[in-house]
């Protein structure tokens, strides 16, 4: 019934883990989840983390993002003095303290969006990346005010603005404190919009939920990486609402072109190109 | 399933309050019948032909009294238990006083103190999404528009609306009413009552992430005054969609998260009854004090004893009383105030560490 469905009617993490399991060991070999070849890491990692056989684009960290999308040596990053706190006290089958210790030793990160100023093929900008590495790139306080400084940053300095975005939405452990950061970063978009300013949201490997139904969606220009996971509710709460089959390649970046909220479909590989182009052609 | 069982919806914390209800009928009952003048007494008892049945024993003489008496304390044991299990509920109970069947929805509120309203319909791109009334009227001496979330009475009504779960045409349909009273000058009014945007096939063809994130965006430079009241269920971005406001308050049994205790408990708790759903419910900080406490809204408004369900009237003329209070206040800022004021009410939500830099 509607209502069982509606019960849980946001995302589930479930929802937006690969549906095989891909474990990645630190062997030498790996195989591509998509085309099932064995392939050679060292070359997919060469590749720009994707596959040589297909071009399937395995997920990537906010680091190794930053590390292909700018000029070597250029990313300044900034913001990395704000920490999660435990606003809630929070605890299900384990404290939100203990999470946040184990996916910062996991990650090497302190939460899951970092930003900063760099260069795209000599064009300045100011970029934000969720991290996927670090709670599924959820978004809780520290995320929504990196994004928002970001964006305010960007309006001061008259910088384009690029947020690559990867989340399974908004952070439960903060609860209500984690949907506000839905409005206030959507809240700084509109003066940065009014402001004339430009955003490019780009949308990877899955972007669902709360982060969806806030910032990611709202770019001038939204850009989407091939076959990436992309919706406000997972497959898996639709399935059980509406009891059907979902269509071939529902909620996939191709699809979602289809629909019309994206721009465009853009490989890894053609990313840092495109984006230097509308920069240059919007004179940002 | 909860919301389908409208006439045998009982919660199982109130109980003790049914117990004294059926106790306290049983005896007016009994006054009824003792006020009925007795049939005459026939002398059959006396005769000696009597068979050996052993005679009923006689009720003793009914004090009419003494019963109106023991109906009176019984009265007054209801609303003490009624109170102190309202004024104790857990997190998990309140959800469930919000989704009470009978608990008032948006167009009972519409009913009980909005004058002349004139609703509006559709988005003007795709449809009409029932889940999400609009219109204008009048609240007191205010005109304003009127934006809420519907979730249906009789079980037609909830289907066509989703059980309140909207579509991406009613957050455009919202948002287009909310642009047209900006232009008016009008203050918008918005009732929450929802679990949750709807999660379906069409809504995400349709962009309900664009639709809701639009909102937010557009609703934060408004230049008219909003008032949001959370009335039953605040789930999620369905839930935000129409709530970036310049006060939001919630009703005191209503619930407001970033997801549903059920949809969070099968998440982290990898399944959902009743035992995490409680857990899940109180580790969300939902009520109407957590939410008071995290700043995430400015006002509860308070329910009648025993919920609204109990007495709509009487929860309709708080709330209708907080509008009216409201409203004023933010009628009185001009339009660059009220919308930088919006701002710096939402840029400041959150809870982090800044080490020094
Ligand atoms: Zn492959």
Known sequence: ?284 | MLLSMSTFYQLDFEKPITDLERQIEGLEADIRRASIPAPVATPADDAPTAPATPALPTLPPVDVNELAQRVEELRALRNKTLEEIYTQLNPWQTVRVARHPKRPQTRDYIDAFCKDFTELHGDRRFGDDPAIVTGFARIGPHRVMIVGHQKGRTTQEKLACHFGCAHPEGYRKALLKMKLAEKLKLPIVTFVDTQGAYPGVGAEQRGQAEAIAFNLREMSLIRTPIVSIIIGEGGSGGALGIAIADRVAMMRNAWYSVISPEGCAAILWKQANEQTNSQAAKALNLTAADNMRLKIVDAVVEEPVGGAHREPAAAAKNLEAYILRTIPELKALDPDTLVNQRYDRFRALGSFIELPS
């Open chain 1, 1 to 284: 019934m509607a209502k069982s469905a509606a019960a849980t009617a946001t995302r589930t993490w479930s929802d937006v883990k690969s549906p095989r399991k891909v474990v990645i060991s630190e062997g030498l070999w790996l195989r591509c989840p998509s085309c099932e070849q064995m392939i050679y890491r060292k070359q997919m990692e060469s590749n720009l983390h994707c596959c040589p056989e297909c071009q399937h684009h395995f997920r990537i960290g906010a680091a190794e993002r930053i590390r292909q999308l700018t000029d070597p040596g250029t990313f300044e990053a900034m913001f990395t003095n704000l920490r999660p706190s435990d606003p809630l006290k929070f605890k299900d089958l384990k404290t939100y303290a203990e999470r946040i210790t184990a996916e910062q030793v996991k990650s090497e990160a302190t939460d899951a969006c970092q930003a900063g100023v760099g260069f795209i093929k000599g064009r300045q900008a100011m970029l934000a990346v969720l991290d996927l590495n670090f709670m599924m790139g959820s978004m809780g306080s520290v995320v929504g005010e990196i994004i928002t400084r970001a964006i305010e940053t960007a309006q001061e300095r008259e910088l384009p603005l690029i947020v690559v975005s990867a989340s399974g939405g908004a952070r439960m452990q903060e609860s209500g404190l984690s949907l506000m950061q839905m409005a206030k970063t959507s809240a700084a978009l509109a003066r940065f919009d009014r402001a004339g300013g430009l955003f490019i949201s780009v949308l990877t490997d899955p972007t669902t939920g709360g982060v969806t139904a806030s910032f990611a969606m709202l770019g001038d220009l939204i850009f989407a990486e091939p076959k990436a996971l992309i919706g406000f509710a997972g497959p898996r709460v639709i399935q059980q609402t509406i009891r059907q089959e979902l269509p071939e390649g529902f909620q996939r970046s191709e699809y979602i072109q289809d629909t019309g909220f994206v721009d465009r479909v853009v490989s890894r590989h053609n990313l840092r190109t495109e984006i230097a182009r509308v920069i240059d052609f919007t004179g940002k």
